[in-house]
């Protein structure tokens, strides 16, 4: 199976088959240039129109002191506490403006979505969950463990990260070195032929 | 840049830098062991409570010939009709039926999400979001060409390829060798500072 794929046995462990949702951390932290680098990458992965909605909120240690993390649910708050680094990830509904510049050829879409929030909202929602999905693949690119969330309340973290408004929070991605610990048991993926079907 | 992320360039170019969302193919087939090896890869990817609502519909040169592409919009008609292989890419609103399963901690969740169908469906596409980027990835994973689109009638499509319903029909990608004049400009990406913001 291994060789079908173009890429290293050991970049398909780093990237998928090795990579695990990590559940706590060591003090080493993550550098900016590390962050910089990861977004260099996958900001190349594809959106519709290339809109690329995704916005990041990093935080880092000293600020987290006065984040209380009390809208994660409860089963990720202390992981979220210790984490060297935390990014908030989200679709910014005013992805819009950027049109004129990212997708040239239809730069008009910029006056026509202005019109039709609900689907800018949906649009931003969707797109940036396929960025999210490229965040998480390039934080393992760069060797860093993530911890991917979804439990927590969306709108009173997006009042905390994002108080202009517009944003839908898509996940909560803890990143670092992996701590003592840190792997629950891996949970099963469904077979080939539960997923893929061929006409 | 390029030496903080752990992989190599090449294997940077090949999954982000270099590549490109192809619109012509080359007649050279795509195998289902391809199929089967970009699966097996990318199936280890996270999702929220490993629901993996992903459910893809392959379809070939021979049954093309009875699919009229009708429902994909006008740009979209002529590329798809010629690719070797066409994966339709949806997320399943009864992902709920398998969480005993791939999520035991939480098995009663089956029964929970039974009630909400709305939930599921919000819960189908985000996650289904999240596994048609790391699709996307993992066909550039194989050293094949991935076209993805997101313009078509999403309801049209999912009565052909999901007619048992449920679905909710993600992106149509095209896969292949690329063919002549397979890329149209490189659009820009947004710059870091407008898209990372850290407090």
Redesign the interface.
């Known amino acids: 199976?291994?060789d079908?794929?173009?890429?290293?046995g050991d970049?398909?462990d780093?990237?998928?088959?090795a990579?695990r949702?990590a559940n706590t951390f060591t003090d080493e932290p993550v550098s900016?240039?590390?962050?910089?680098?990861?977004?260099?990458?996958?900001?190349?992965?594809?959106t519709?129109?290339?809109i690329?909605p995704?916005?990041?909120?990093?935080?880092?240690s000293p600020?987290r002191a006065n984040v209380s993390w009390n809208h994660m649910s409860e089963g990720n708050k202390a992981k979220t506490s210790t984490a060297p680094l935390v990014a908030v990830l989200a679709g910014d509904s005013g992805f819009h403006e950027?049109i004129p510049?990212?997708?040239?050829p239809r730069a008009a879409a910029r006056e026509n979505l202005a019109e039709v929030p609900e689907v800018r909202a949906r649009m931003a929602?969707?797109?940036g969950?396929?960025?999210?999905?490229?965040f998480?693949?390039?934080v393992r690119?760069?060797?860093l463990a993530a911890g991917?969330m979804?439990?927590f309340d969306a709108e009173a973290v997006a009042k905390e990260?994002f108080p202009g408004g517009g944003h839908q929070v898509?996940a909560v991605v803890n990143i670092g070195k992996p701590g003592p610990d840190a792997w629950r048991p891996r949970?099963?993926?469904?077979d080939?032929d539960?997923?893929?079907?061929?006409?």
Chains 1, 2 share one sequence.
Do not use: C, S
């Open positions: 199976m291994t079908v794929v173009a890429i290293d970049v398909q780093l990237l998928f088959r990579a949702t900016d240039e590390q962050v910089r680098a990861v977004y260099e990458l996958v900001k190349w992965a594809p519709a129109m290339n690329q995704l916005r990041v909120v990093l935080v880092r600020r950027h510049h990212v997708y040239p929602t969707f797109n969950a396929l960025q999210v999905g490229y998480i693949v390039g690119a760069a060797g991917p979804g439990g990260f898509l949970n099963p993926r469904l080939y539960q997923v893929v079907t061929t006409v």
